[in-house]
T-cell receptor, first 113, second 114 residues
Framework: GQQLNQSPQSMFIQEGEDVSMNCTSS?????WLWYKQDPGEGPVLLIA?????ELTSNGRLTAQFGITRKDSFLNISASIPSDVGIYFC?????????????FGKGTKLSVKP | NAGVTQTPKFRVLKTGQSMTLLCAQD?????MYWYRQDPGMGLRLIHY???????AKGEVPDGYNVSRLKKQNFLLGLESAAPSQTSVYFC?????????????FGSGTRLTVV
């Protein structure tokens, strides 16, 4: 079946640093979504992308829909402590019928000790 | 503005016991989903429903059953719990227009099977 490869699996951040993560697939997707999961909570939608090449921002977060439609990137600028959590990418390939979201395994952001 | 509500939030079961997890949504969504989340495994789809009275298997359906008798509720059942079913379970829902607008998730049920 379709799979998403999300990297890195985990990373440590120091306040003020910029953070980058990405998601790749061997399949084409029509929609890319990025979610954040805070500890003890369910994932919450951050950004949705619908067009190849699209660049969308939400505050300090910027996400891009790759030109090949097989990848997506999420950048966080000037990270703050509340950015810690797990970030999931999700892709959707739909034709004439409802498809299900495919989720990456997540990137866990932690604070540098 | 409840969104998706899951009950219970925590549960400890003994091996072989049964239980039902309840998911309720108040957004009039057509589609509902059950996921499990395990460390390093991401979110794996157990079962889903595209409407009242319909259910379908996801990626990891074995050991679980579901029912969607009412549009707003989606029940996940474990008939005979096993330690391998220790996990955090998430319910989600989406509109008929589909997942292009993303799923809305509940806050999860943490289940431990001993």
């Amino acid at each position: 079946g379709q799979q998403l490869n999300q990297s890195p699996q985990s990373m440590f951040i120091q306040e003020g640093e910029d953070v980058s993560m990405n998601c790749t697939s061997s399949s084409i997707f029509n929609t890319w979504l990025w979610y954040k999961q805070d500890p003890g909570e369910g994932p919450v939608l951050l950004i949705a992308l619908y067009k190849a090449g699209e660049l969308t921002s939400n505050g300090r977060l910027t996400a891009q829909f790759g030109i090949t439609r097989k990848d997506s990137f999420l950048n966080i600028s000037a990270s703050i402590p509340s950015d810690v959590g797990i970030y999931f990418c999700a892709g959707l390939n739909y034709g004439g019928s409802q498809g299900n979201l495919i989720f990456g395994k997540g990137t866990k952001l932690s604070v540098k000790p | 503005n409840a969104g998706v509500t899951q009950t219970p939030k925590f549960r400890v079961l003994k091996t072989g016991q049964s239980m039902t997890l309840l998911c309720a949504q108040d957004m009039n969504h057509e589609y509902m989903y059950w996921y499990r989340q395990d460390p390093g495994m991401g979110l794996r789809l157990i079962h889903y429903s595209v409407g009242e009275g319909t259910t379908a298997k996801g990626e990891v359906p074995d050991g679980y059953n579901v029912s969607r008798l009412k549009k707003q509720n989606f029940l996940l059942g474990l008939e005979s719990a096993a330690p391998s079913q220790t996990s955090v379970y998430f319910c989600a829902s989406s509109s008929r227009q589909g997942a292009i607008y993303g799923y809305t998730f509940g806050s999860g049920t943490r289940l431990t099977v001993v």
